[in-house]
Structures are given as C-alpha cells and as structure tokens.
C-alpha cells in the first residue's frame, strides 16, 4: 500500500462566539488546543442541554483537530513538491501527531453530525455542518497511513484502529453520498483489517471485513482462509461445529476444487466422528481427480491416522509435487518423515532382543528416508514455524542411525528441546 499525498489542504470549519452562548460553551469556543477544548467539553458536556449547542462544542474540536492535520500535510505538500522540483530541503513531519489529528477529526466529526441531526432547544431540526462530510471523506485516505505507520511502529491496536475505521467510514451514514463501489483501496484494507479483528477475536467486525476482502481477486484465497478461521473460532459447542461443518458443506458444493474447503471439510468431519462421510468426500473428490490436492493431503492423514504408514506416504509424496508453496512443502514433507519414523519405530518395537547388524541395517533404511524428508522440511522451514511437526522425529532417527553423541544428533536434540 503506498501513502498517499493530497494536493489540496482541508478547509477548516469555524467556531464564532455569539451573545446567546451557554458560559460552558464560550468557554470551549475560546480553547486554543485540542486538548484544552476537549478537557473542557468533558467537564460541561451535561451543562449544555441544547443539542445545537453540542454541535457547535464538538465542531470547535474537530476545528482544532483539522488545524493540526492541515499544517502538517502542508509540510507533506512542499516536501513532496520541492522533490519534484529537485530541490533541497526536507522539512520533518510530525506523523504521529498527523496521525493523531486524524483520529480526533473523526471522532468530534461523528458527534457533529449526531448532535447537528437531533432536535435544537425550539425542538427543530436544522443541520448546520453538512460540508463536514465532504471534508472528512477526502481524509479517508490517512487512516489507512495511519494504519501503515502504527505497522511499523509495532503498534497493532492501532493500526488495526485506523485500518479498520477505514473499512467501517464506507458504510457510515454521513458518507451515504459517495459510492463505495469506487473505492479502490476498501477490499484490499478490510483484508489487513479482517487479519486484525480475527487477532483480537472481534468475530463480529472480521466477519463484515472478511466480506469485502473477498472481492479482491487478489486476496480472495486468502480471505477465504481467514473466513474459514474466523467461523471455526467461535464453536463452543458439539452443535456449533455442526452447523460449522453444513456451511462448508454449503461451501464446497459451489466450490468444489478448492482445497481450503475441502481439508477443512473433511478435517471437521473427522473430528467430529463422522470419518465415513469425511472418507466419502475424500474419495469422491479424488475419482473425478486422482491429482486433487487436497484429497490426496487428507487421504494420506486418513492413512497415518490408521498408522497404515506406508499408503499415507504414497498419497502425501504425490501431493508434494503439487505443493504451492514453502509453508505446504514444509508440512508434507514432515509428514511424510513422520510416517517414515513411526513405521520405522513401529518395526523396531516389535523386535524381542537385541538387534543384528543386518535387521539395523534395515531399519536404517527406513529412519533415513525419513530422515531426507525431515531434513528437507527443516531447510525449507527458515523461521523455524513449524519446528513442531519435524524437529523431534529428526531427533529420534538421529539417535537410532548415529548414536545418542552424534554431532546430527545433538543438533537434532537441540532443536527438539531434547535434554541429553
């Protein structure tokens, strides 16, 4: 996402003092700052009864708020023109407190609008303030750098503040004139916004965001994942994943050559003891496709499940062929090491007695093809994510071909979180 820069400043609204003025009022017309004048609104907010009033009150704060928004997109502005100009000289721009600014302009902005929009103290209603909204929606575009700066500076409650106010500013009233449909950047920040409110399990907030995002062709597969997520996290109960599990029956049946679905399908399925219906759904797939991805991942989990070892390995190597992408790789390619290890292991538990040269000679075979898969799966796994899936079986090759003093064994241990 890039910043944008406007060409034009806002025009600030303006707060005059006349005779009739509550005293709480004038007193909060006269404030030189953001802070005072909200400090001051605070106090006598329940003094003031005439909701004109109020009005007023909260239009001289988003006043204050835009005087600091103008200015430091002025320095935004020259900086970004004398650039153009090739000249020197970069002003500094106080982009927290822009930011800030923003912030504020929305917030006094909608109390504006719900007090301009309630009846006066003669009981009439007579909106003042309806170039606010006209103003306010060309500032849209700064939330979402907000959203952008809050990223970098680590601060997820507030980028997911901005970014997210961003999503919910296309359907607010005072906005109704302008047509949604031609904002650009609303699919592709309700992506990042869904992300945030499935982080701070606001389910109710994902699933309007999630919605949007997955209009964006771009992040369509991805948003559907986060959808997916976002419906598996609110089950508390046996009955919630029923009802979990006919939606994305729902799903699939629109859908079905998409992977996501059916994995998680087949896995919610399964979970639930339904593993003939979620094995139906399998084999379906996999005879109108033998090369379904999806079907040949959930066949091989069926498989290992059974601790039928070796067909799960079969069914997961073909499906490594087919893998996207690292993360996918990673996991198969554990997989189909742990499959290796655990029919290795099931082998050796079952010799009475200590082990001749020729029978090690043989289950060596088997640890170490589950060891290239397991080392495969390390390599490719950079951040170590998914550590859990391939770093203790590694181990326990490692301490059956080379001995529990072996430098890969050792290693292995390590990663594993294996004492020695």
Not at 66 to 85: H, P, S, Y
Not at 116 to 129: L, T
Not at 312 to 317: G, I, N, Q, S
Not at 318 to 330: E, G, I, S, T
């Amino acid at each position: 996402m890039k910043k944008l820069l406007f060409a034009a400043l806002m025009l600030l609204s303006t707060s005059a003092v006349f005779a009739g003025d509550s005293e709480p009022l004038k007193a909060i017309l006269k404030a030189q700052t953001y802070a005072e004048a909200l400090d001051l609104l605070k106090a006598n907010l329940a003094q003031i009864t005439d909701n004109a009033e109020k009005a007023r009150a909260y239009d001289k704060l988003y006043e204050l708020a835009m005087k600091k928004v103008t200015a430091e997109q002025a320095v935004q502005l020259e900086n970004e023109t004398n650039k153009q100009m090739g000249k020197d000289g970069n002003k500094p721009v106080d982009e927290k407190g822009l930011y800030e600014a923003v912030g504020q302009a929305f917030d006094a902005a909608a109390e504006v609008e719900k007090y301009d929009n309630m009846p006066n103290a003669k009981g009439k209603v007579k909106p003042r303030y309806t170039n606010i909204a006209d103003q306010l929606y060309t500032l849209r575009g700064q939330l979402i750098n907000g959203g952008i700066y809050y990223q970098g500076a680590k601060d997820d409650a507030n980028a997911y503040k901005y970014l997210a106010r961003y999503v919910d500013s296309a359907d607010d009233p005072m906005f109704a004139k302008f047509d949604k449909s031609k904002d650009q950047n609303l699919n592709e920040i309700a992506y990042f916004a869904t992300y945030y409110a499935y982080q701070n399990k606001d389910y109710k907030k994902a699933e309007k965001y999630v919605a949007y995002a997955m209009q964006n062709k771009d992040r369509a597969k991805d948003a559907q994942q986060l959808q997916l997520a976002i419906l598996g996290a609110q089950l508390k109960s046996r009955q919630d994943s029923i009802n979990y599990a006919e939606k994305l029956a729902g799903i699939y049946a629109k859908d079905p050559e998409n992977d996501a679905i059916l994995t998680t399908l087949t896995s919610t399925y399964s979970a639930l003891g339904m593993q003939d219906k979620a094995e139906a759904i399998v084999h379906e797939a996999l005879a109108k496709n033998p090369n379904s991805y999806g079907a040949l991942v959930m066949e091989g989990q069926f498989a290992s499940q059974k601790k039928d070892y070796e067909k799960a390995a079969d069914y997961l190597t073909k499906a490594l062929a087919q893998a996207k992408d690292d993360n996918a790789r990673v996991a198969i390619n554990a997989s189909i090491g742990q499959c290796w290890f655990y029919k290795a292991q099931e082998r050796v538990a079952a010799v009475k007695g200590v082990l001749s040269p020729a029978a090690r000679a043989q289950f060596n075979e088997v640890y170490n093809k589950a060891i290239s898969y397991l080392e495969t799966a390390k390599k490719l796994d950079v951040m170590k994510e998914q550590k859990s899936a391939w770093a203790y079986p590694l181990y326990g090759c490692y301490y059956f071909v080379k001995g529990p003093q072996a430098p890969e064994t050792l290693n292995a241990a390590a990663d594993a979180g294996v004492q020695q």
